[in-house]
């Protein structure tokens, strides 16, 4: 059995490989009546798409999203829709080398090891093209959730760059689409395009830190136990390509704070009850607060660099390999916008599960 599908009762199957025909999103449960054209989804993928600038990768992709099903006359039918995008842009032969070998840090071994069988071109379904098929996702799950939670927006930018982080007094909502890294940090922008030029040059890589959060949010999202709203979030960010770290609020920093400083005090605001503070990330026994949800992710290094690494082939030889091809120095910039959509999808699966269990039912405070 494949697992290819995520969501609770908005469902997310997305197929293809990365030099395949195309690839795309099959989108079951989202509600009737949703205005959504093909023209709403295309600038979230706009922002993912390769060779923008040189710190991505120069493969060319319009990445032009198709609607096949489920939307009649500019809305949503309640009916599956089908999302297509098409590869243009393929360049197998840079692969041939790898064919009969594993490149370190990639799926290529461990592919290999449970089914025998692997698509070498571009890592195939392990490929970070793949999440082109999340963000048209993402694309539907935004336009569902204007509709459902007028107000609510999801923003994500890049916080840290191998072992550089931003200012965080230097913050700026309005510059995180004013610069290649999505950093709200100008200052940050200009060092980091340095550092990154240093490490293309040597033939380098380097991770990053993704910070997304949700404002605009409403409290009561999420159920205790099994389908909490942290868990599903964790679980949504840690199946993107390459990441290796999940935390909520302050996350792994927590662990050194007591709890005098860590927990959120309360008081009465002109709206209701006010947080003092949001060290939890917007969410307290998995069910969200009302305020910001905060999370942010931990991507690794791109394992495909022009450096010779060693390894070895399905036959057992040792080889060292360079891996040719076209690559992001730094793929935690087209993370951003992934993480994005991740977070959209996993809102609006709440929000649909919330209204089917409650319908919507608040407890009252004042």
């Keep these: 059995m494949s697992f290819n599908t995520y969501g609770h009762m908005f469902r997310v199957t997305t197929w293809g490989e990365s030099h395949g025909i195309a690839l795309g999103a099959t989108v079951d449960g989202c509600p009737p009546g949703v205005p959504l054209t093909e023209g709403d989804i295309q600038p979230w993928l706009d922002k993912r798409k390769p060779g923008q600038n040189k710190y991505t990768t120069q ?7 198709r609607i096949l099903s489920g939307v009649y006359e500019g809305s949503t039918t309640g009916t599956p829709i089908q999302l297509m995008i098409e590869n243009t842009d393929q360049r197998s032969k840079d692969y041939g080398d790898i064919v009969q070998s594993f490149r370190p840090g990639h799926a290529d071994i461990s592919y290999h090891q449970k089914y025998g069988v692997r698509d070498p071109r571009g890592g195939g ?12 996702a993402g694309g539907v799950a935004r336009a569902a959730l204007a509709q459902l939670v007028p107000g609510l927006s999801v923003t994500g930018y890049m916080v840290q760059m191998g072992p550089h982080c931003i200012d965080r007094a230097r913050f700026d909502w ?11 940090d100008v200052v940050a922008a200009r060092d980091w395009a340095v550092y990154l030029d240093d490490l293309r040059r040597a033939h380098n890589s380097v991770g990053a830190v993704i910070e997304v959060v949700a404002r605009g949010m409403v409290p009561g999202l999420g159920a205790p136990i099994y389908a909490k709203l942290d868990a599903d979030l964790a679980a949504a960010m840690m199946s993107i390509n390459a990441v290796k770290g999940v935390e909520i609020g302050e996350g792994m920093a927590a662990a050194s704070l007591t709890g005098v400083e860590n927990a959120d005090e309360i008081r009465m605001g002109a709206q209701g009850p006010a947080f003092l503070t949001n060290h939890a990330g917007g969410i307290l026994g998995g069910i969200s607060t009302g305020q910001d949800v905060v999370v942010r992710f931990s991507v690794k290094p791109t394992s495909s660099i022009l450096t010779p690494r060693q390894t070895v082939t399905v036959a057992g030889d040792e080889v060292d390999l360079i891996t040719k091809g076209r690559h992001d120095p730094c793929v935690g910039i087209r993370a951003v916008p992934v993480g994005e959509a991740m977070m959209a999808c996993v809102l609006l699966d709440h929000v649909l599960m919330d209204r089917g269990q409650t319908g919507g039912i608040r407890g009252h405070i004042g």
């Design 174 to 184: 309005d510059q995180i689409d004013e610069n290649p890294f999505w950093v709200p």
């Design 125 to 136: 379904r392990s490929s970070a093209r793949e999440t082109a098929a999340r963000v048209a």
């Design 59 to 65: 493969r060319q992709e319009a990445d032009q999203v």
